[in-house]
């Protein structure tokens, strides 16, 4: 029999039972759907947080107060204790690296605003002109807090577009005087919305100059130095020249700990990967019973077709050709499925990415070869024992069973 | 020249603790263009018999010759050949695959053969108006009176030019008429040169056969080419 012969009648053989062809189709596209949904959903967390990441800053190197034993990173490290403060001498001292393009240290706290006759509580980050650079702000009006010594701060301040919003509405905010704390600081820029930001929303801060965030909170040590390599390929030099000159800085003891963008973002990296697999996995079972579905399917097909492969046979098919002809509808009926589930499974990314446009819900390469590659595998694994089966009939047997 | 030789032939079924001796010590020769009809009660072998020569069946003991040729000791594949080119066969039930068409029940012994598709076609079309069934080549069986679907079976069981065919009680499932327009069909086959071999229990087919093999208890009890009839 001709391979195109065969196709045709496998075809026909199952158009010509469509509840039985539906509803094994229906199975196996239900588990590729799973499958393809399931890895966009896992992929798509995945890309929001390496996003996220990417939105703090290129080449970015973080210093952190404390040290943690594994140099990783880790919720420990926020509980580690200091024995000696960062300090804006520090930072500052980090810009004279030859790695370093800038730094900017990182001072918070939270603290009331007032202004226009509101009051709101805000989170304050205390630093210099060079932060927005390294976080690559855009500016709604005005400008960054601008340039000067460090250590005497000047009484103006940069607000997120939220405050703005709230307390301003729609005037120009910009030359306004708002009050912090027991502090009166002259607006002199609005941020442009960037949305959340690794659980900060840069929307929500208001922004002053080092200095001030020290006095308003009476304090004189930083939640974080950011620092922007030169290049990437001097990420590590950064990393190792800014541990030494911190270990210099504070009597030989290494108590900070200097994390890169991309130790941070390959951990995570690795996690959701792995998450992704998990879930792929999980609905990869799906497939194994829709396999087992068509099996189940192809089977009863044998026994309903028992007369006709009888009658197959005293037309002189030999066994290989009715083993083919049942492999090849098991075969089109994964394929089929699969395919289907393909298609299913796209849109339900598309529908998710309709209902949460933040979320690129975009079924990864390998997730959709590996779903339609398992379909078809087991669909055809499944197929060859009732196929068997069928070529194994005997004829006379089969033929009075019409 | 014979072109079916059957010598010593045993076929034995095994039912539970009981041994049936479906055909026992069988020696049958049948020459080119007869036109045979095997007869006898139902259980005397007259169907495993017809298995037998279809290659449905293997003999437990003894030789079939196919035209010469041993056809016992032949690969499984190879008697799927051998049926394929060989041997026709027609069914009381005709055994019509119901999602084809008149036309696709036809063609089947040929897409089974491998014969290209316009080569099908070709001679699907000739068959099909020989036999008068022009007008149903794309009605399906469940479209076709009883009397068509025969015929759309003899048809599918000729159209590979087979050297026996072989017919199981082909009037059983229709009304007197039908089945007379049926024998006439496969004893116009036969006078073309085909030899024809069928099974029935209706002694009034049987007798218009030039032979008749009276079975009983897997054995023969009457061969008219051996015992000429009375007044001959």
């Known amino acids: 029999m001709r391979k195109a012969d065969v196709l045709r009648f496998a075809r026909d053989a199952a158009t010509g039972y469509p509840l039985r062809t539906f509803l094994s189709v229906l199975a196996m596209a239900i588990g590729v759907a799973a499958v393809v949904v399931l890895t966009a959903l896992g992929d798509g967390a995945r890309r929001y947080v390496v996003e996220q990441f990417s939105a703090l800053g290129s080449n970015l190197v973080i210093v952190l107060p404390g040290r943690s034993a594994t140099g990783g990173f880790s919720p420990a490290n926020a509980l580690t204790t200091t024995p000696r403060d960062l300090t804006a001498d520090d930072a500052f001292a980090i810009t004279r690296l030859p790695s370093v393009r800038r730094a900017a240290p990182l001072a918070a706290g939270n603290s009331e605003v007032s202004a226009n006759g509101r009051l709101r509580e805000v989170v304050v980050a205390g630093t210099t002109s060079s932060y927005t650079a390294i976080r690559s702000f855009k500016m709604a009006a005005g400008s960054f807090l601008p340039d000067g010594d460090w250590n005497r701060g000047q009484p103006v301040a940069v607000i997120g577009s939220k405050i703005k919003e709230e307390i301003f509405g729609a005037n120009p905010a910009v030359g306004e005087l708002i009050r912090l704390g027991d502090r009166r600081l002259r607006i002199v820029g609005v941020l442009k919305s960037v949305g959340q930001g690794l659980g900060m929303n840069t929307d929500e801060v208001v922004f002053v100059p080092v200095a001030v965030a020290h006095s308003l909170f009476n304090t004189h040590t930083l939640f974080r130095i950011l620092i922007e390599a030169r290049s990437r390929d001097e990420i590590e030099a950064v990393k190792r020249e800014t541990t030494a000159l911190l270990k210099a800085r504070h009597g030989g003891e290494e108590d900070t700990t200097v994390i890169t963008q991309d130790a941070v973002l390959a951990t995570f990296d690795k996690l959701l990967r792995a998450l992704t697999a998990a879930v792929a996995g999980i609905a990869a079972i799906s497939l194994a019973v829709a396999g087992i579905l068509v099996m189940n399917v192809m089977l009863v097909a044998v026994t309903q077709r028992t007369g006709e492969i009888g009658l197959l046979k005293a037309l002189g098919a030999r066994g290989a050709t009715i083993r083919d002809a049942f492999m090849a509808e098991a075969a089109m009926l994964s394929l089929v499925g699969a395919l289907t589930g393909y298609g299913l499974g796209l849109f339900g990314a598309f529908v998710l990415r309709q209902m949460y446009p933040v979320f690129p819900a975009y079924p990864p390469d390998w997730a959709v070869a590996a779903a339609l590659g398992t379909a078809l595998t087991t669909g055809l694994l499944f197929g060859i024992m009732p196929a068997r089966r069928a070529a194994r009939l005997d004829p006379v047997q089969a033929l009075m069973k019409h | ?232």
């Open chain 2, 1 to 232: 020249m014979s072109v079916i030789q059957l010598a010593g032939i045993e076929r034995v079924f095994h039912l539970g603790d009981s041994v049936v001796h479906a055909l026992a010590g069988l020696d049958v020769s049948i020459d080119s263009g007869e036109y045979v009809a095997i007869m006898g009660p139902s259980g005397s072998g007259k169907s495993t018999l017809l298995n037998l020569l279809g290659l449905l069946d293997r003999p437990d003991a003894g030789s079939y010759h196919l035209e010469g040729r041993d056809v016992t000791t032949l690969s499984p594949d190879e008697q799927a050949e051998v049926r394929s080119h060989r041997i026709g066969f027609v069914f009381q039930s005709f055994h019509l695959v119901p999602r084809l068409t008149a036309a696709e029940n036809v063609a089947l012994p040929m897409m089974l053969a491998g014969i290209p598709a316009a080569e099908r076609a070709k001679r699907v079309e000739q068959a099909l108006k020989d036999f008068g069934l022009d007008q149903r080549a794309d009605h399906r069986p469940d479209q076709l009176s009883g009397g068509q679907r025969q015929r759309v079976a003899i048809a599918r069981a000729t159209i590979m030019q087979p050297a026996v065919l072989l017919a199981d009680e082909p009037t059983g499932n229709l009304d007197r008429a039908t089945g007379d327009d049926v024998i006439h069909l496969l004893e116009a086959l036969n006078q073309r040169g085909m030899t024809l071999i069928m099974v029935t229990h209706d002694q009034k087919i049987g007798g218009r056969a030039r032979r008749q093999l009276m079975m009983e208890d897997g054995g023969l009890k009457f061969d008219s080419a051996r015992q000429a009839p009375a007044g001959n």
